[in-house]
């Protein structure tokens, strides 16, 4: 067998990760302030940043599938890259919402199926070692956590303009790279169609994807929002680009000790635990009125995020048929980050605009805290039925 082993991958797999999340520190919080200097309301911010994940969500899963069943993986991602760098250059001339709209949906189509390809790989090559898929990933938190003041500064000195120059950059980076990054061909066990049947029947995927759901749509406010919350604190660009920083903090810790946190506790009551701390987190923001204390809040990203993706990604592994490991993650990126992140800034876009920031963060934690109950419960019932479960 020809297969790389995993210690020869490190290296490569970092330094994507670094440069991928640097790149989207550069460009993804920044886009709601481009989108409302083209003269875009919140509402229309949040239809359209909702537009983008409803793409992740087709996208992701096509684009997974197709690997799968082609395995040509790495010809994908390489693909992936090239028009992602493409679209979102293009992306900084438009000014019509027509046009936003357009673009903005080709640009997710292409950025869907990175990371999906990129974390299979890195489990696949793992092996048994799955669980230190965190050491790994946390590369991308410093890269989030050091590009965002550096973006924030210079969006502060010459405008949004460097956003989009700067993240095309990275990812030219990123696709160098691939040059020399093994990447996993997973061969199928079987028929793929009979894998994908037997990963669509399973009775754990539904509340496994509910939990990321809620998870997801609590999320995107923090995510698609923050920004704009900020600005209206009056917060400078380099204050915005700090508090990703302060959120790497978190994020890397849970990431480098992911590992232990996954053996003693399991994936399940990590995602409980994420979500408690997310909806604590969201309230948090309902009664803040100065930017220093959203830095301050900033600091359990690492909970609401890291902890809770290190376990999905987990948790998907173990419930993919072998053979259909880029078809589980893409299926995973395509609620969390897909119909989950569109419901999300869709209904906190509106909520924005008609009763302020304040409240869509108190109604986002209410909604995450009835999907923690229903965690709780399904947890429950499910131990009733097997006490060894």
Not at 211 to 221: H, I, L, Q, R
């Amino acid at each position: 067998m020809n297969r790389p082993r995993a210690v020869d991958f490190l290296l490569p797999a970092k330094s994507f990760y670094f440069l991928y999340f640097a790149a989207g520190a550069s460009l993804f919080p920044f886009l709601v302030l481009f989108y409302r200097q083209q003269g875009l309301n919140e509402g229309e911010i949040g239809l359209l940043a909702g537009m983008q994940p409803l793409m992740t969500l087709a996208a992701a899963s096509l684009w997974g599938a197709l690997a799968d069943s082609t395995r040509q993986h790495r010809v994908l991602l390489r693909v992936a890259l090239v028009g992602t760098i493409a679209f979102a250059l293009v992306l900084s001339r438009m000014g019509s919402f027509g046009g936003l709209v357009l673009v903005a949906l080709a640009y997710a189509f292409f950025m869907a199926p990175i990371i999906p390809l990129v974390d299979n790989s890195v489990l696949e090559l793992l092996g048994d070692r799955s669980e230190r898929y965190g050491r790994i990933r946390l590369w991308g938190a410093i890269g989030w956590g050091i590009a965002g003041p550096v973006v924030g500064r210079l969006v502060d000195w010459g405008g949004l303009g460097y956003s989009f120059s700067v993240f095309a950059l990275l990812h030219l980076g990123g696709l160098l790279i691939t040059f020399g990054m093994p990447i996993a061909e997973s061969s199928l066990g079987g028929s793929f169609w009979t894998g994908l049947r037997t990963l669509a029947t399973n009775r754990r995927w539904p509340i496994f994807l509910a939990v990321m759901f809620v998870g997801g749509m609590g999320s995107a406010t923090v995510h698609n929002f923050l920004f704009l919350y900020l600005a209206d604190l009056n917060a400078s660009g380099w204050t915005m680009g700090l508090s990703l920083s302060v959120a790497t903090v978190s994020e890397v810790a849970v990431f480098f000790y992911a590992e232990r946190l996954l053996a003693r506790w399991g994936t399940v009551r990590v995602m409980a635990f994420s979500l408690a701390v997310l909806a604590l987190r969201l309230l948090a923001y309902s009664v803040i009125d100065s930017p220093g204390w959203v830095l301050v809040v900033q600091l359990t990203h690492g909970l609401t995020f890291s902890a809770m993706w290190v376990a999905a990604v987990a948790h998907a592994k173990k419930l993919a048929p072998p053979g259909l490991g880029a078809t589980a993650q893409g299926l995973l990126n395509g609620v969390y980050f897909g119909v989950s992140g569109a419901a999300g800034a869709a209904a906190g876009g509106y909520l924005y605009q008609t009763v302020g920031p304040f409240a869509m963060y108190r109604w986002a934690a209410i909604w995450v805290a009835v999907g923690l109950g229903i965690l709780v419960l399904s947890r429950l019932t499910a131990n009733r039925r097997n006490p060894r479960h």
